[in-house]
């Protein structure tokens, strides 16, 4: 029997039922609008973090636990407006910013679980991270044009039947876990390169 792998320290998970109402693929655009505004904010400080983060590594072999819990905070951010955003969901996102590491459980259709590597970090994957994630960023975003064709397809779908298309919905839930790895890759939470997997 062989070993399984251990799970990539960073996760997605929604737990919402496929079922929207019908109007929701074209309004949501305009209700996450202040989401989209804050979200805009946290990731100018996320990118300040891990500017900051990536000189700590490099000097100390340590990314220090509060740069790492508003980078955390910033992805977890980033998934629950993003999801509604695409209507995947009815429940509008709270308005919360905890930076505890742990998914504090204040949206309980979203789960985004990260585990920062704080200590013995490795500094040659560390200086050249800018350059590491542009295979897995191509990729992403030829799978993102993918997503855009999805998300109009299910928008009319949605309106005729109020239900997400199980396979479509599945491509758009898998394009976010490997967006929410490799967001955390990017910022340096982990030196674990993220699988090339919507799985």
Partial sequence: MEPTAAP???SFRLEAPPEVDRWRPFVHWLLVIPHLI???LLQMVA??????????ILFTGKLPEGLAGLITMTIRYQMRALTYW??????YPPFTFD??????GDDPQIHVDLVPELEHRSRLTVFFRGLLVIPS???LALIGIGVSVVLLIAAFVVLFTARWPEGM???????????TRLSGYALLLTDEYPPFSLD
């Fill in 99 to 104: 930076t505890t590491v742990a998914d504090p």
């Fill in 86 to 91: 695409y209507f995947l969901r009815e429940a």
């Fill in 8 to 10: 990539y320290p960073l």
């Fill in 137 to 139: 960023a191509i990729v």
């Fill in 38 to 40: 804050v979200l805009y």
């Fill in 47 to 56: 990118s300040l973090c891990a500017f900051v983060g990536w000189f700590a």
């Fill in 169 to 179: 919905r599945d491509f758009v839930l898998g394009y976010f876990r490997w967006t």
